[in-house]
């Protein structure tokens, strides 16, 4: 039988579990997203889909939600609520025999299965899920996994999309480079600069230029994103965090270098707490800042790997040397990247809107 990639992506998951514990709110827009209150500031970190209707999306400051979203109920943020959720789905998807997952995140896994069927495997596994857990998904069903992350968004809501070599470029060869996984604003815009703009345009684009502009490594690698080329099998083994962060959004912004370093060094300790419980030495500190209004800048610096919470602070302040002292501070955050475990395969901290 062959082998297939399902990407199994829960439908507006956070929301979805608010709405679970609210039925009252079914149907009604609802925006998550910091401590609830539209009046302070904060950002969404999901939206129901009759809030994504008002132009409501995820990142977007918690003031201009609620002018676009007039109506909308706003909620706090409850990060054990969608934790729990996401392991009993994970449990739910891990439980159908002959399938191997790997979590991606909160909401979603990829799931791989030899079957001559996957669309009736991509129905058991909404099913099993939605009886298990009342959530409902979309399953995008690929010969890889960028095909199979890439498929989801034509099934969503609650359906099943097959996206495979023989028809990848029929469906995304005429679409902008934004569409695919893994390429954001700016690459679009350094493709767009050599005249690349759609995704059929990056399938046959030039080594050679991709190389030049991106390096050894990731010009290939956009490249191949063009051609729906990915790994053709699913990784099963633990997903383990790279790293822990902590943010403060200021509803007054703060400004002063005592200020900032005051406030860092508390950011730092609170992450230095959830390092602690991990066992891993620090290898990375990085430091977001984000100005009044809107405008965001990250700082990093390696160090060697260590358990050290005196020298881990003092990488961290000395990275607020960097801070502009002349302009007003909205929010700090700090990141703490940890070495990984021999054998672990690496993901991205499952949270939304945070780094």
Do not use: C
């Amino acid at each position: 039988m062959p082998a297939w990639v399902l990407h199994v992506d829960l439908d507006q998951f956070i929301a979805a579990v608010e709405v679970l514990r609210r039925p009252e709110l079914a149907g009604r827009q609802v925006v998550v997203g910091g401590r609830g209150d539209p009046t302070e500031r904060g950002v969404v970190a999901t939206a129901s889909y009759e809030a994504r209707e008002r132009g409501v999306g995820s990142g977007m400051p918690l003031r201009v939600a609620a002018r676009r979203a007039p109506d909308a109920v706003f909620l706090p943020v409850d990060k054990p609520a969608y934790e729990a959720a996401s392991e009993q789905v994970m449990a739910v998807l891990r439980s159908v025999p002959g399938v191997q997952v790997q979590v991606l995140g909160w909401d979603e896994a990829f799931v791989g299965a030899s079957t001559d069927d996957p669309e009736a495997l991509a129905r058991r596994l909404q099913e099993e899920v939605l009886a298990a857990t009342r959530l409902h998904s979309t399953v995008g069903i690929g010969d890889t996994t960028v095909r199979a992350k890439v498929a989801t968004g034509f099934g969503k809501p609650r359906g099943v999309f097959r996206l495979t070599r023989e028809n990848w470029l029929a469906v995304m060869g005429g679409r902008p480079t934004r569409e695919l996984w893994g390429i954001g604003p700016k690459v679009t815009a350094r493709l767009a600069g050599h005249g690349i703009t759609t995704v059929s345009e990056l399938a046959t684009a030039d080594p050679e230029v991709l190389v030049g502009e991106f390096g050894p490594r990731m010009g290939p690698w956009y490249r191949q994103l063009g051609r729906g080329e990915g790994a053709r099998e699913v990784d099963p083994s633990p997903w383990v965090a790279r790293g822990h962060s902590r943010e403060r959004t200021f509803q007054e912004d703060i400004s002063g270098t005592a200020r900032v370093r005051e406030e860092v060094a508390g950011l730092v300790a609170a992450v230095l707490d959830d390092v602690a419980a991990e066992g891993r030495p620090v290898v990375r500190v990085t430091l977001k800042v984000r100005y009044a209004p809107f405008l965001t800048r990250s700082h990093g610096r390696k160090v060697a790997p260590t358990h050290d919470r005196e020298a881990v602070t003092g990488t961290a302040l000395d990275l607020v040397d960097r801070v502009d002292p002349g302009r007003p501070v909205r929010l700090l955050g700090v990141h703490l990247e940890m070495a990984l475990p021999e054998g672990a395969r690496e993901g991205t901290t499952p949270t939304r809107g945070a780094w």
